[in-house]
């Protein structure tokens, strides 16, 4: 159950980064930390029922804003 809903939850994400305009509006309010932080075993993992959707919101939101300082923060800890 709590596996179907995170895959729901990452669609529903996937859904909404496909506008440029909510890429901005989701890098603004950090969500790619979030993911550094909190999904590092679905990116990480490309066996993870998550790794696929959750390497393409990164992919699209890494385009809009990140830096090279947040690809070494990983998990809370600098690289």
């Not at 179907?4 to 901005?24: A, D, F, H, M, P």
Request: charged share 20%.
């Amino acid at each position: 159950m709590a596996g179907e809903l995170q895959q729901y939850v990452c669609g529903l994400i996937k859904s909404l980064v496909r506008t440029e305009r909510n890429q901005q509006i989701m890098c603004e309010a950090a969500l790619p930390q979030e993911l550094l932080t909190h999904a590092t075993v679905a990116l990480e993992t490309e066996t993870h029922f998550l790794h696929r959707l959750m390497q393409y919101i990164f992919e699209r939101l890494a385009a809009q804003s990140l830096t090279p300082k947040d690809l070494r923060y990983v998990g809370g800890w600098l690289a």
